[in-house]
């Protein structure tokens, strides 16, 4: 029987207290750790043995030596075919292109949740999953938390905008439900900007991406000498958010023991640090997400009935991508504007094709998977715009006609605005697209198609004849 050859990985990292759990993370998955502290030995290892046999490296930015962006070329030079993820305390979009074109294959905010950090590492290993195209990036870019700017026209996201809209003016608790990617946080974001607390204390705790035994301190605090290790004071998210809203992103995450204990503060409306001696009133709406159904968790046994009845005073259910495919031109266009604004960047459109492209996959890790591919679609575009050729990942996946124009049209991506070349088409074929268009939805029935238009029947009646069109269009 063959022996399964165990992956190397190399990390460049100073940080002792770090690479010791990055190494713990990794060997659970069966991979063997080459920790080196400085680009010099990084470069150095490339040439021993076990520096042949690296699977991948992660970088943390900040390790002495050269430039991260140019120890990553130099890496990218030296071992092509190796992936390399770039560790950051960075947000800046600029830093995320320089280290992209650097030949990074992705970009990770610190903190980085476990999963998050063994997904990324994953992804851009397994060789199953396309590289440099579809994996996530934490690449972030301001946004306005306002329902009404928020885009999508499909009838089960614009209701769940809705419900969450309503909630928003209440004081209840709120769950939010979706999947990953699927728009949560900027949800809970556009609450609390609608809410009576706006202007109140606000905290967001992402239970993922806390190590399951500093959940309970993370919520609560703890006092001086609570624990081994708690060397200081330590103040909850709870006291933190008194008077206003605390919002627990992944709630699903967050272990039974604590579940008991969260549900006992919000019955009593207290909350007491590890190792205090008595609880401190508070005032806290809670706003919490989840990627998965917490009911189906309740009957497993994982989650707390009361906890979910606590939670759930409004429960919101978002959509995933796939659900409302219609939205995604309008969602891709939204995002390069975006980007077009970012460091490094600059303003692309993006053709007919590139769009049925995008509207022909299924999207697993849905919006924020989405904006992901257009980022790094957009910093390596030559063109003016974006074109099918920017998503070859995409297209070997879905295989030959998957990005065919007119099937899309068809799935809802609507008229074309752009021809094959990237240039936009002339107004009078797009204007008689648009008149066939509602002729072919309302089923020949020119009064509504006039009147959804904006139009009177006889200037209709008048385009109908300049632009060549038969009512039966």
């Known amino acids: 029987m063959a022996e399964i050859e165990q992956r190397t990985l190399m990390l460049i990292d100073d940080e002792p207290a770090q690479s010791r759990l990055i190494t713990a993370l990794a060997a659970r998955e069966g991979w063997r750790t080459l920790v080196v502290r400085d680009s010099e030995t990084a470069i150095a290892t490339l040439g021993t043995r076990q520096g042949m046999q690296l699977s991948a490296i992660i970088l943390d930015q900040w390790v002495p030596g050269e430039e991260a962006c140019q120890l990553i070329a130099e890496l990218r030079a030296r071992r092509p075919a190796v992936p390399i993820l770039m560790l950051t305390t960075s947000a800046s979009p600029l830093l995320a292109v320089e280290a992209m074109r650097a030949g990074a294959t992705d970009y990770l905010v610190k903190p980085v949740a476990p999963d998050r950090m063994m997904l990324a590492l994953r992804m851009a290993t397994t060789r199953e999953a396309p590289r440099n195209e579809l994996q996530p990036l934490t690449e972030k870019m301001p946004s306005t938390p306002d329902f009404d700017a928020m885009i999508g026209a499909a009838p089960s996201f614009r209701s769940a ?54 959940v309970e301190s993370a919520l609560f605090g703890h006092e001086k000498g609570a624990f081994p290790g708690a060397f200081d004071r330590h103040v909850g998210a709870l006291q933190h958010a008194d008077g206003g809203t605390l919002a627990l992103d992944e709630v699903d995450r967050l272990p039974l023991s604590v579940q008991h204990r969260l549900l006992e503060s919000i019955q009593r409306s207290d909350a007491r640090p590890i190792g205090a001696r008595h609880s401190f009133r508070i005032d806290v709406r809670v706003i919490a997400a989840s990627n998965l159904p917490l009911r189906e968790m309740v009957e497993a046994g994982h989650f707390l009935p009361e906890l979910l009845t606590a939670l759930a005073g409004t429960t919101v259910q978002l959509p995933p991508l796939r659900a409302r495919a219609g939205d995604i031109p309008a969602l891709a266009r939204h995002f390069l504007a975006r980007i077009g604004e970012q460091p490094g960047l600059r303003a692309l459109g993006i053709t007919d094709a ?81 008149i066939r268009l509602a002729i072919g939805h309302y089923r020949g029935r020119m009064t509504e198609v006039a009147r959804r238009l904006g139009i009177g029947r006889s200037t209709l009646y008048r385009k109908l004849t300049e632009l060549g069109i038969g009512e039966s269009a």
Not at 171 to 183: A, D, H, M, N, R
Not at 357 to 370: E, F, I, K, M, T
Not at 375 to 389: K, P, Q, S, W
Request: charged fraction near 20%.
């Open 354 to 434: 590139a769009l049925a492209l995008l509207s022909a996959y299924d999207w697993p890790g849905n919006v924020r998977q989405l904006q992901a591919v257009l980022f790094r679609a957009a910093v390596f575009c030559d063109g003016d715009a974006l074109t099918g050729e920017d998503f070859p990942q995409l297209s070997d996946l879905l295989g030959d006609g998957s990005g065919n124009p007119q099937a899309a049209h068809q799935e809802g991506v609507g008229v074309m605005l752009y021809a094959p070349d990237g240039n936009l088409r002339p107004l009078e074929e797009i204007e008689a697209d648009v």
């Open 161 to 214: 905008l809705a419900v969450a809209a309503k909630a928003a003016r209440g004081q209840g608790p709120v769950l939010i439900e979706g999947e990953s990617g699927s728009g949560k946080e900027m949800v809970v974001r556009a609450m609390q900007a609608a809410s009576p607390r706006a202007k109140s204390p606000f905290r967001l705790l992402n239970i993922g991406a806390i190590p399951a035994n500093s």
